[in-house]
């Protein structure tokens, strides 16, 4: 049986109309009408999760590893703004949430009453759109809540994804379950005609085809979205760089090769194709921005307008893959050789900065763990990858080569063991998630940990040094007396007390071969609970080893 609130009850069959099949449900007593509904519903998962915080973030990872809109419900009051992290992340991230709150009927807004504040646009614009449904009362007001929810459920998708919000108020009497069957509800479909064709045609692929220096930068995007034969098409006439957190073979070292060859003229593109959302090295940017003789085109799903360069020439409004096709369609057959001595210097390069890394031995460090880690690992065909942000992501940009997972939407440190957590409640058991998270990350986000979804699958590796580290890589901060206590936190908490408490098995490092011994076991140990390494570190150390190796690099 199901809730007698009207509302709830359309927002139940539409959410099911749109394929939404996972829900992370909080607790609380005016959500209550919608967490039984979508407990009820055969076609809805649903995951406890009592921190909202931690909630939002757990529906970001199932909605990353599944691809789907993923709905998170709570209750009213300041719990709808505890989401707040990660729909940001989801909104900077091109992750569809869909945010359901409950909430007071408005006229108890501001009056003194319990769990009472302005919910609706409460999430700004961190969300793509935001709606408040009425109470039905007649066919009109059933209409209108009909069309609310049908317009945020296909935002989720459209021109792009993104989280939206739906609030719902609900009048007591809240615990009547006495309707058998949800209403059957209009769903309305919304279809996208590709016409950035002509655009293509009169600007981008003349630039692109006259080009002798023609460049390819991939920021971070779903695994899924560029495949091979893509990429392969782009690349035979021009140089193609990603990182790590963008298409699944790992990153070319760019950032090593641009700290090598700094403005050199002879390295800079006259064309440059940007595909995709952030970029996690500051340097890519900073050179971008210097390229005053290049024609920067960026692809953006919903046609917004991403001037990371500071020099963008346009903006064209597709699909990655789509738009790369018909670019080398429209384009023609263009002379390879003319840009061969371009691609040649680079290809050139890439290779002398992949061989270094590989050569280049680190001392006992967060980067000879990171190194020692993703060695063993290898490429990942059979398991999925999460970095924390600050130092984590950044070694894995040297080290990865497969796709990796990070909340590079925002680049907050809060979340990123709870992204990784929620992607591993949807996988099986033979589906390995693991998480590298430097300290900081990892006890701000502890949380994730306090669940009952978890299983053996979900593996840590902690990079404790006792501070944010990144923070030492800051030139001039030194100076500051209060950059170890109080910019970097620094501590002297370990993780083996929330382990213990979480029934999480615990391995530690403080030296090389505990390290190396440590990983082995990390990832192949049998478990049914989740497994995690601490690796304990200098921070001195490892600024110096992270230094050293930049300033080893001879391309």
């Not at 993923?70 to 992750?95: D, F, I, K, R, W």
């Not at 007001?141 to 459209?158: F, G, K, S, Y």
Request: hydrophobic share 40%.
């Amino acid at each position: 049986m199901y809730s007698n609130k009207e509302n709830v009850n359309i927002l139940t069959a539409l959410l099911i109309a749109h394929g939404v099949k996972h829900a992370v449900v909080c607790p609380g007593s005016r959500n209550s009408p919608i967490v039984h509904n979508l407990n009820e519903c055969p076609d809805i998962a649903c995951y406890p999760v009592t921190d909202e915080r931690s909630a939002g973030f757990y529906a970001l990872g199932i909605a990353l590893c599944e691809s789907e809109p993923v709905a998170v419900c709570v209750t009213s009051g300041t719990a709808l703004l505890n989401l707040a992290p990660a729909v940001a992340e989801a909104y900077y991230q091109h992750v569809p949430l869909v945010v359901i709150s409950a909430d007071r009927p408005p006229q108890w807004i501001d009056q003194l009453d319990g769990q009472t504040l302005p919910q609706p646009d409460a999430l700004g614009r961190f969300v793509k759109k935001a709606v408040s449904l009425p109470e039905p009362y007649s066919d009109e007001t059933r209409w209108h809540c009909n069309r609310l929810v049908n317009e945020a459920l296909l935002e989720t998708r459209h021109h792009g994804d993104g989280p939206v919000h739906i609030n719902v108020p609900i009048s007591e009497p809240l615990f009547e379950y006495n309707i058998s069957e949800l209403p059957e509800e209009r769903s309305i479909c919304l279809l996208n005609p590709r016409c950035y064709k002509s655009l293509l045609s009169v600007e981008c692929a003349g630039q692109f085809f006259i080009s002798k220096k023609p460049m390819v930068i991939i920021g971070q995007m779903s695994r899924e979205v560029l495949i091979p034969q893509e990429l392969y098409s782009i690349s035979l006439c021009a140089v193609v760089f990603n990182e790590s957190l963008s298409v699944g073979n790992g990153g070319e070292h760019f950032d090593e090769v641009l700290y090598a060859v700094g403005d050199d003229p002879d390295y800079q593109p006259d064309f440059v194709l940007y595909l995709g959302d952030t970029m996690v090295s500051k340097r890519v940017k900073q050179w971008m921005r210097r390229l005053k003789d290049a024609h920067i085109w960026a692809v953006t799903e919903d046609g917004s307008i991403h001037d990371t360069s500071m020099q963008l020439y346009g903006v064209i409004e597709g699909h990655p893959a789509d738009v790369i096709d018909d670019l080398v369609e429209t384009a023609g057959i263009k002379a390879i050789q003319s840009t061969e001595a371009f691609k040649t210097r680079w290809e050139k390069v890439f290779a002398k900065a992949d061989k270094h890394a590989g050569k280049y031995q680190p001392a006992y460090s967060e980067m000879a763990a990171v190194k020692c880690f993703e060695e063993q690992l290898g490429p990942a065909e059979d398991c999925y990858v999460h970095y924390g942000n600050s130092s984590a992501i950044r070694l894995a940009n040297i080290y990865a080569r497969h796709y990796v997972y990070c909340n590079r939407g925002v680049n907050g440190i809060d979340g990123s063991l709870s992204t990784a957590a929620g992607f591993s409640v949807v996988k099986d058991d033979d589906e390995t998630v693991f998480c590298v998270i430097g300290d900081l990350s990892f006890f701000y986000d502890q949380n994730a940990l306090w669940n009952q979804n978890l299983r053996g699958n979900f593996r840590i590796l902690l990079l404790n040094n006792g501070k944010g580290g990144i923070f030492n890589l800051l030139r001039g901060l030194e100076q500051s007396p209060a950059r170890d206590k109080y910019v970097a936190a620094g501590h002297h908490t370990s993780a083996e007390g929330i382990c213990l408490q979480n029934n999480v098995k615990y391995l530690k490092a403080t030296n090389m071969e505990e390290m190396q011994q440590g990983i082995d076991t990390l990832l192949n140990i049998e478990s049914n609970r989740p497994v995690l390494l601490e690796v304990f570190t200098d921070a001195a150390e490892d600024e110096r080893v992270f230094k050293e190796y930049y300033q080893s690099i001879k391309l």
